[in-house]
């Protein structure tokens, strides 16, 4: 099966434009998360979509969000973007059961300058 | 809340010396535990979980709800366990995917 994979894996945008990053997870996975990974902060979890509804959200600012579609493909969006949105952005995918393994694909970094 | 504390962020070892990757978290329910390895140019990936209770490339890690810990570790270290390893933690509901991650512990292993 064809892991995870992201688009783009490069972006370099500036302050206070907005950008949509993309995640396609692996056939049959419905369950898609998206992580903020920085050097100060780490890796934090942003939100996790299955079957097209936020299921669960982390401690960011409303200018994040998302969207799962029914092929369970999903994307987030960041408006007015911010210096310290600068990161790498991760998206995980999984199967739908109980204790479900998450799957991570490559990252989208994001240059804001 | 939960919490996962990795006290070392980073942790050099010679090859064939025993290594222990140490983790703690905070979780009042029944945490899930985990830990994720990135090796250099490459993604994330699982490397154990502890309700598999298996050993995966000699790694090992039990979960000690007494003193809340779940350190990874193994007798004899190998150059290409040189990596970032992370621990991590799922709670809340169950089904929900939500992953809280440690700083990370970059582990060297020299030769």
């Known amino acids: 099966k064809a892991g995870v994979t992201q688009t783009p894996r490069y972006l370099i945008k500036t302050r206070g434009q907005q950008v949509t990053l993309s995640c396609s997870p692996i056939s049959g996975h419905r369950s898609v998360s998206w992580y903020q990974q920085t050097p100060g902060q780490g890796l934090q979890f942003l939100f996790e979509y299955f079957s097209e509804t936020q299921r669960n959200k982390g401690n960011f600012p409303g200018r994040f969000s998302g969207r799962q579609f029914s092929n369970s493909r999903s994307e987030m969006n960041v408006s007015t973007l911010e210096l310290g949105d600068s990161a790498l952005y991760l998206c995980?995918?999984?199967?739908?059961?109980?204790?479900?393994?998450?799957?991570f694909g490559p990252g989208t970094r994001l240059l804001v300058l | 809340a939960q919490r996962v504390t990795q006290p070392e962020k980073l942790l050099s070892v010679f090859k064939g010396a025993p290594v222990e990757l140490k983790c703690n978290y905070s979780y009042s329910g029944s945490p899930e535990l985990f830990w994720y390895v990135q090796y250099s140019r490459q993604r994330l990936q699982l490397l154990l979980r502890h309700i598999s209770r298996e050993s995966i490339k000699g790694f090992t890690a039990d979960l000690n709800k007494g003193e809340t810990s779940f350190h990874l570790k193994k007798p004899f270290a190998q150059e290409e366990d040189s990596a970032m390893y992370y621990c991590a933690l799922r709670g809340g509901f169950q089904g929900a995917q939500k992953l809280v991650f440690g700083q990370g512990t970059r582990l060297t292993i020299n030769p």
């Open positions: 995980a995918s999984s199967l739908p059961g109980l204790q479900e393994t998450q799957y």
